[in-house]
């Protein structure tokens, strides 16, 4: 009986991971869409966030349930993917006249910052704590909190496009 109860907690954090990364990647996708500049280098940092997707993904390993996901890949890909959001979102907040734009994207970046100390952290403690399952509930839960978050600002942010 226990024996069962092990495989049904790792497909659980699979699962999980699998739905936040999809609704974050949902929310990235809305980000885009809703904003109204896009710059020659927007592509490149799109092509980013898909390599990240990608790796993410892979990372999960959903095709394996006898192992926990690689948590420490996948923090790393959020973690460059907050990163070149901040460049790009800084670049906005910093190019922008006052107004509520220009305020949108100073809480965006607001956002950013402190998310990303909390995955670098996370990232840190991934590497050192050998307790993969305690990672992987610590990963699902950061992860959603940000997810959950960006949610917000992208709401936020088709009001005031």
Not at 38 to 51: A, G, I, K
Not at 53 to 79: E, G, Q
Not at 146 to 159: A, D, E, Q, S
Request: with cysteine; proline share 3%.
């Amino acid at each position: 009986m226990l024996g069962l109860i092990y495989p049904a907690v790792l497909g659980t954090v699979q699962w999980t991971l699998v739905v936040i990364s999809i609704g974050f990647y949902v929310c990235d996708y809305l980000y885009i869409v809703f904003t109204k500049r896009y710059y020659w280098w927007s592509f490149l940092c799109d092509v980013v966030f898909l390599l990240a997707f990608y790796a993410t993904v892979i990372a999960i390993d959903v095709d394996n349930p006898r192992s926990l996901p690689h948590s420490k890949v996948i923090l790393f890909c959020y973690f460059i993917f907050l990163i070149v959001y901040l460049l790009w979102d800084g670049y906005e907040f910093l190019t922008l006249p006052g107004g509520k734009e220009r305020n949108f994207y100073r809480s965006v970046v607001s956002w950013e910052l402190p998310w990303l100390f909390v995955i670098g952290a996370s990232e840190i403690v991934a590497l050192v704590w050998n307790n993969h399952l305690m990672i992987s509930i610590l990963t699902i839960t950061i992860l959603s909190i940000v997810t959950i978050w960006f949610g917000f600002l992208i709401n936020r942010m088709r009001t005031i496009n």
